[in-house]
Nanobody, 117 residues
């Protein structure tokens, strides 16, 4: 019943920017945290950034710290990942994830981000 849909991925040159969006549809009980993961071809999925319900707690992986900004608008049931100064090593499928109060996870289908040199 709950769906997470990512959008905003695409092809961008190194140094460019993209803004990813993740819209949550359906009902999620209680407050939920959101996170962005990414998975490059042949690599394991890794946590990129996370944000609590009220945006009071934010986490960034060291590799993206200072370049990416996570945010959310709970009135729109949407989380965002603003990606600046993109590097080829940022190329991956980016997934959003919602963590419920019961630690039940919902995942989006992913959106491709490709950064060319």
């Amino acid at each position: 019943h709950v769906r997470l849909v990512e959008s905003g991925g695409g092809l961008v040159q190194a140094g460019g920017s993209l803004r990813l969006s993740c819209v949550v549809s359906g009902y999620i009980f209680g407050n939920y945290a959101m996170a962005w993961f990414r998975q490059a071809p042949g690599a394991e999925r890794e946590l990129v950034s996370g944000i609590s319900w009220s945006s009071g707690n934010i986490y960034y992986q060291d590799a993206v710290k200072g370049r990416f900004t996570i945010s959310r608008d709970n009135t729109k049931n949407t989380a965002y990942l603003e990606m600046n100064s993109l590097k080829p090593e940022d190329t991956a499928v980016y997934y959003c994830k919602a963590n419920t109060v019961g630690s039940f996870a919902y995942w989006g289908q992913g959106t491709q981000v490709t950064v060319s040199s």
